[in-house]
């Protein structure tokens, strides 16, 4: 069981705790007080629920975030008087991804309305009752005269620490983003693959399960499965034209959703869908443009995935590859695009820079918190054993405009939402003051249409074209 089950296991089995518990004290008030006092209370707790207690935030909002970020710039710096006052010898530069380490307090009523933090002209929004130590993400932000802060339903403490990192080499070269799913190169690197020199986008699964918006056009459910899976494999070499990647640079494997880590136990064992009656990758591959060793089998095995990378990686020999971080994003079939990643690199002697990415979490469902269009602070993160050095591109209006419109372009984000969640989100509206953007029904259009995209650098910097790090 992955950590991220377990946590929400044990969520779950403590909110049937909570519930038993409270329906017995209803059940008590109704017999002493009237029997009224039952559903109105019933009614009243579900409202409450709804609003202020649906998320699945899974650790205490008063822990201290634990990073171990490496800097060799970094300043004391002091918040008074709605200002952030730098010393004298901070040396910003141009390009700069910066960071600022402040604690944190709710206010009472930030335990019923989100609490966050205006920089500037950007909000970011952090867990009600937070209580400890947070990351602002100040990139892009002009410190020179004093940056404005302001915090909402939390006060800042006085004294923060300000930390520079400079930008990776390679970062905008020649890019290959490696996405599991059609939609988590849009996602998590947009921006970074419409300024890369050169981008390509290789999506390792067709993302063909969980088809039922299909099934409701009269569709068998293998029938729905398909359809699905060939749309999104459409999607994955459509869409990136949007921000100017040809379809030539797009490549889709056709592997098939969460089989992935069963492909890993079993290398060479080919594993078939779970829903579209296949086993075999091609049917979700005709619409590539690229050439594989592997198309004259279609095998949905693993070392036929890890030996596609190893092609691709050839041909390309990427200045840096964009990646999931399995130590932050929990996904099943992206903790294994990460190890497929790392097995294919190993093979070819290849040292390029690793940027990860998380488009899930282990702990908070949420986040990025906030509105969309807001600014991306640094996650939740509790596991200051492994450093860790964060990169942030960031995202005009007129471009965040243009990721939301390749987001909608997506058929998985397209599906209305159910009922259950049209009634939270108005819930939420009416009394914890939350918003959604106009662009689309789907979580993903408030999480990922941001001010920033957020890297974590990792691996060597390469050398001209990828290969291997300068000496």
Same mark, same amino acid.
């Given at each position: %069981? ?15 705790? #909570?519930?038993?518990? #409270? ?5 008590? %008030? ?87 933090? $205006? ?12 209580? *400890? ?7 892009? &932000?002009?410190?020179?005269? #004093?940056?404005?802060?302001? &915090? ?30 059609? !939609? ?40 729905? =499965? ?9 999607? =994955? ?11 030539? /640079? ?17 290398? !060479? ?9 296949? $086993? ?37 020999? @990427? ?6 971080? &399995? ?30 990415? &998380?488009?899930?979490?282990? !702990? ?23 450093? /860790? ?6 995202? =005009? ?10 987001? *909608? %372009? ?7 939402? @159910? ?9 939420? /509206? ?35 074209? +990828?290969? +291997?790090?300068?000496?």
């Amino acid at each position: %069981m992955s950590r991220k089950q377990a946590l929400l296991r044990r969520h779950r089995r403590n909110k049937r705790i #909570g519930l038993i518990v #409270g329906l017995l004290l209803l059940v008590v %008030m109704g017999v002493l007080l009237a029997w009224w006092v039952i559903p109105l209370g019933a009614l009243l707790a579900w409202m409450a629920h709804e609003a202020w207690f649906s998320d699945h935030l899974f650790y205490s909002p008063a822990q201290d975030y634990q990073y171990a970020l490496p800097t060799q710039r970094q300043w004391a710096v002091s918040v008074a008087g709605g200002r952030l006052a730098l010393p004298a010898d901070a040396a910003i530069e141009q390009g700069d991804t910066l960071v600022l380490q402040v604690r944190l307090r709710s206010t009472w009523l930030g335990r019923f309305l989100d609490p966050w933090v $205006a920089a500037g002209h950007d909000r970011q929004t952090f867990e009600r009752g937070v209580r *400890g130590l947070r990351y602002l993400n100040l990139t892009g &932000a002009n410190l020179a005269e #004093g940056l404005a802060l302001q &915090a909402r339903h939390c006060r800042l403490a006085p004294e923060a620490t300000l930390l520079a990192f400079s930008p990776p080499a390679g970062a905008l070269g020649r890019v290959l983003v490696i996405a599991p799913h059609a !939609d988590d190169a849009e996602l998590a690197a947009f921006e970074l693959y419409s300024q890369a020199r050169e981008s390509w986008i290789v999506t390792l699964t067709a993302g063909e399960i969980e088809a039922e918006h299909y099934e409701q056009m009269g569709l068998a459910k293998a029938q729905a =499965s398909r359809l699905k899976g060939q749309l999104r494999a459409w999607d =994955s070499l459509a869409v990136p034209l949007w921000a100017g990647v040809p379809a030539e /640079r797009c490549v889709q494997l056709g592997y098939f959703c969460l089989q992935l880590p069963a492909m890993r136990e079993q290398p !060479d064992t080919p594993i078939a869908s779970r829903a579209a009656e296949l $086993a075999d990758v091609r049917p979700f591959r005709r619409f590539n443009q690229v050439s594989l060793r592997t198309d004259s089998d279609g095998a949905p095995t693993w070392a036929n995935l890890v030996g596609d990378l190893i092609e691709l990686f050839e041909r390309v020999r @990427p200045d840096a590859i964009v990646l999931p971080d &399995a130590g932050l994003d929990p996904h099943p079939d992206h903790i294994a695009a990460r190890q497929a990643t790392a097995q294919a690199l190993e093979a070819t002697g290849q040292a390029p820079l690793l940027l990860g990415y &998380a488009n899930h979490l282990h !702990d908070n469902d949420r986040w990025p918190m906030g509105n969309g269009g807001d600014g991306v602070a640094l996650p939740p993160h509790f596991d200051a054993s492994q450093p /860790r050095r964060p990169w942030v591109v960031q995202v =005009s209006p007129e471009q965040q405009w243009q990721k939301a419109m390749a987001l *909608g %372009m997506m058929h998985d984000l397209q599906p209305p939402l @159910p009922a259950k969640r049209r009634m939270r989100r108005w819930l939420q /509206r009416l009394l914890a003051g939350r918003e959604w953007p106009r662009y689309g029904e789907n979580e993903f259009f408030r999480k990922a249409v941001r001010r920033h995209e957020l890297f974590w650098v990792q691996g060597l910097e390469p050398g001209p074209a +990828g290969r +291997g790090p300068e000496v």
